[in-house]
């Protein structure tokens, strides 16, 4: 079983009150294929420039990552500068889109027929774009964010419609649906055709939401945040990745799925880019997974 992730790669320029890195490894492909590789094979799509550092593409490949859809074009890396005041909330200072302004997602032949696909949050023309590339996909799931629903809300309709699976945070499925209510907004989304929607709450954990089926994943209790950049991809990456190595839907599934994400997300936010999410093994992903586990008994 094999994942498709398809979102942007990018050098990332980050301040958090525990320090500050320049241009260093980020980008929601990297975040999720970093974190779905622990569970399933893992192909990408995205594009660099050749400002690219060779020991970043060294990288997937040590961790067997398919980078056949990786394109190295001329010009700069994608570039996001930000910083964090308050964990919850990132204050983007600078962005340059560079390469990625003219990203134009060709899936690799190998790569049409997979039966799972995580779209990242990119433009929904461009999602739209890769789903018509896939030849029978099973299982697709989505992101999204706040400047896609005010600035492309009928494409983003149209995707959402096609999909299994839409990750969006409080705000945003706010936003989408003018409701205050975040399950009366979930029952709404469903009904334009995803089975499930996915509701991220930050410290808060998370949430999913299906027909006659509702259930809340807590975090773990992380005690030194450093940088909670990528967070939200790292949840995805695990979360697919099981439900990859599962091949479906069902409820037991699911509940396990979002334990693994919310676990991999806990390991994403302990430093900066992605360096603990290199050093994480299985061992230590179950272990949290446990305790997470232990921590709702009752």
């Not at 260093?24 to 975040?31: A, K, R």
């Not at 593409?57 to 398919?66: S, Y």
């Not at 909330?89 to 340059?96: D, K």
């Not at 990203?103 to 696909?117: A, D, H, M, V, W």
């Given at each position: 079983?094999?994942?498709?992730?398809?979102?942007?790669?990018?050098?990332?320029?980050?301040?958090?009150?525990?320090?500050k890195v320049?241009k260093?490894?980020?980008?929601?492909?990297?975040?999720?294929s970093m974190?779905?590789k622990?569970?399933?094979?893992?192909?990408?799509?995205?594009?660099?420039?050749?400002?690219?550092?060779?020991?970043h593409?060294?990288?997937?490949?040590?961790?067997?990552?398919?980078?056949?859809?990786?394109?190295?074009?001329?010009?700069?890396?994608?570039?996001w500068?930000?910083?964090?005041?308050?964990?919850n909330?990132?204050?983007?200072?600078?962005?340059?889109l560079?390469?990625?302004?003219?990203?134009?997602?060709?899936?690799?032949?190998?790569?049409?027929?997979?039966?799972?696909?995580?779209?990242?949050?990119i433009?929904?023309?461009?999602?739209?774009?890769?789903?018509?590339?896939?030849?029978?996909?099973?299982?697709?799931?989505?992101?999204?964010?706040?400047?896609?629903?005010?600035?492309?809300?009928?494409?983003?309709?149209?995707v959402?419609?096609?999909?299994?699976i839409l990750?969006?945070?409080?705000?945003?499925?706010?936003?989408?649906?003018?409701?205050?209510?975040?399950?009366?907004?979930?029952?709404?989304?469903?009904?334009?055709g995803?089975e499930?929607?996915?509701?991220?709450?930050?410290?808060?954990?998370?949430?999913?939401?299906?027909?006659?089926?509702?259930?809340?994943?807590?975090?773990?209790?992380?005690k030194?945040?450093?940088?909670?950049?990528?967070?939200?991809?790292?949840?995805?990456?695990?979360?697919?990745?099981?439900?990859?190595?599962?091949?479906?839907?069902?409820?037991?599934?699911?509940r396990q799925?979002?334990?693994?994400?919310?676990?991999?997300?806990?390991?994403?936010?302990?430093?900066f880019?992605?360096?603990k999410?290199?050093?994480v093994?299985?061992?230590?992903?179950?272990?949290?997974?446990?305790?997470i586990?232990?921590?709702?008994?009752?």
């Open positions: 079983m094999s994942l498709v992730i398809v979102a942007s790669v990018a050098l990332d320029s980050i301040k958090t009150p525990f320090g320049d260093v490894l980020g980008g929601s492909v990297m975040y999720a974190s779905s622990n569970f399933c094979h893992t192909k990408v799509v995205g594009v660099v420039g050749d400002d690219f550092p060779e020991a593409l060294e990288l997937l490949k040590e961790n067997r990552i398919d980078t056949e859809g990786l394109k190295i074009v001329n010009g700069k890396t994608f570039h500068k930000g910083r964090y005041n308050d964990f909330r990132a204050e983007t200072l600078e962005t340059q560079n390469v990625f302004a003219d990203f134009n997602p060709e899936l690799p032949e190998s790569y049409r027929k997979s039966r799972f696909i995580f779209l990242g949050n433009d929904p023309t461009l999602q739209l774009q890769v789903l018509k590339q896939m030849e029978a996909p099973e299982i697709v799931a989505c992101d999204t964010m706040n400047f896609w629903i005010s600035g492309k809300k009928k494409e983003l309709l149209e959402i419609k096609r999909v299994n990750l969006i945070n409080e705000d945003e499925i706010r936003m989408l649906t003018n409701e205050k209510n975040i399950l009366q907004a979930a029952e709404m989304i469903r009904k334009l995803p499930f929607v996915i509701v991220k709450r930050g410290e808060y954990g998370s949430l999913i939401y299906g027909k006659d089926f509702l259930f809340f994943a807590p975090i773990f209790p992380v030194n945040v450093i940088d909670p950049t990528g967070a939200g991809d790292s949840f995805a990456g695990g979360f697919m990745g099981y439900i990859t190595v599962k091949g479906n839907l069902e409820e037991h599934t699911i799925a979002m334990v693994y994400g919310t676990v991999m997300a806990s390991f994403d936010v302990e430093s880019s992605l360096e999410l290199k050093k093994d299985f061992d230590q992903i179950d272990a949290r997974k446990e305790k586990r232990e921590s709702v008994i009752f």
